[in-house]
């Protein structure tokens, strides 16, 4: 069983994403791809939750899903969402990840 903890900015930031896409209802797919200066990227999507795939967080009103592939890279993550003058957006801090480039987008494990 895979464990994301997600903040209460984070999941108000999503809820209203998810209402000007018109995506309510759906899960957010959080994910890792190859990619990134440091070989490995984060990628989060709304989507279905299909049945192979696991709740990895589940309240405040969202669902995040992870599929199997991703599951072990982001197990422990804590996804965040930073408001500032000189940057702002979703941040994950992942206890698995070896290096980390500055940008904070990619990582490697």
């Given amino acids: 069983m895979?464990?994301?903890?997600?903040?209460?900015?984070?999941?108000?930031?999503?809820?209203k994403?998810?209402?000007?896409?018109?995506?309510?209802?759906?899960a957010l797919r959080l994910f890792v791809q190859g990619g990134g200066c440091s070989g490995l990227s984060y990628g989060m999507t709304f989507d279905k939750q299909e049945s192979g795939d696991e709740v990895a967080y589940?309240?405040?009103g969202i669902t995040?899903?992870?599929?199997?592939?991703?599951?072990?890279?982001?197990?422990?993550?804590?996804?965040?969402y930073l408001m500032g003058l000189d940057a702002s957006g979703f941040k994950i801090m992942n206890p698995n990840a070896k290096e980390t480039c500055s940008c904070g987008k990619s990582f490697s494990a």
């Fill in 17 to 26: 994403i998810m209402d000007r896409q018109g995506k309510s209802g759906t």
């Fill in 58 to 60: 589940s309240g405040g």
């Fill in 64 to 80: 995040v899903v992870v599929d199997h592939a991703s599951a072990p890279l982001l197990d422990g993550v804590k996804v965040d």
């Fill in 2 to 15: 895979v464990h994301v903890d997600v903040t209460p900015p984070a999941v108000e930031q999503v809820l």
